[in-house]
């Protein structure tokens, strides 16, 4: 049923297509990205190229409520449309949420909307919401509703997939680094937070240390933590050697593995807790003060990353030549095993939750707490931090 809706849409707009392209005619262009933060941030680059060539430019940007703070703080953006498909919900209700939406993009009087999801619905939202150019990824022949259909790179960075929908335009591209500007009033709820919890009595490096993630609106994959008892060893070394203070950061689920890892910690009196405790736009003010990031494939990873920061990221179901930061200021901790990069596809699935097919986990347990603490000493004494 779905492959003959998506055909009867494909030849409609075949013998209804779209008008002509020509990129400095655009007045008015929306961006579908729903979720989720390391995504969201992943097109800031197209943000950025977009601007730069087509100053006069109006973006808006549909988004879910889990991401939105994210796109509410970018300048660029002078529209946001929340749409939150995610929530288990009726049909009755999706429709209605859907309807509202096509409303929105309705008035938006959209020339042009870069859809950057494979999946078909958000394509056929503009095509209802009369958006006369869609361009995005025609996976698996879902493009059906697009009128510039672009091919997915399965082995290509998120980041540089995105920029492939930058095509039909022509325009130059500038750069791929991801970006995130906190604004003031994020900096000074940042700065009150580490005074209040005395961070200015200590002398050596802040470093901001992720020890749960994996959790996102419809999905739970968990397999991409790295084992507490790593950080548990990783964070005794880097306060003997440092004297560093170790910010816990994450939300307010994330916090009981924060629980987990300081129980009985001699250093506990050096972790400062903010897990649930800050917005994304105070937690990535509060990253942008450390000295270095250390964790998994998560959403505060990539904050990390585009607020300018080091970061040292161990890998292993999720594949890093696809998501990783890079750069000379990343280092990324990978075992390349037979069965890694799982995913999804070849992975156990029990109600949207995502487990190690072989129950072994070996992927991130390989990874040692020697090899990530000697990441941390290269990148720590590239800004001139040694150990005491």
Sequence with gaps: MKQLLLLAVRICCNLWPGKKLKATSLRRILIIKLCCIGDILFTTPVLRALKANLPELRLGY??????RELVDAD??????IEFN??????????ARRAWRVIRQIRRGRYDAVLVLHRSPLA????????VPIRIGFDWQGEGAA???RIPFRVDAHEIDRNLDCLGPLKIALQGIQPELIPPAVAQTEAEAFLKQRGHADYSGPLIAVFPAGGVNPGTTMTTKRWPLNGYRELCTQLVARYGASILLVGNREDAAAGDQLVTDAAWRQAVIRSEGKTSLLTLAALLQKC??????DSGPLHIADAVGIPTVSMFGPTDPKLLAPRGERHRVLYKSMDCSPCYNPVSV?????????????ACMKEITAAEVLAAARELLEQKGIHES
């Design 349 to 361: 699935r029990q109600s949207d939750v995502t487990v190690c097919r072989l129950g072994t986990l």
């Design 85 to 94: 498909a995610y929530e288990r919900i009726g049909w009755v209700e999706k």
């Design 62 to 67: 549909m988004v879910t409520a889990w991401c």
């Design 75 to 80: 300048e660029r953006v002078e529209e946001v």
């Design 146 to 148: 697009l009128t510039h």
């Design 291 to 296: 000295a270095l990031f250390i964790g998994g």
């Design 123 to 130: 394509g056929l939202l503009a095509l209802a919401g009369g």
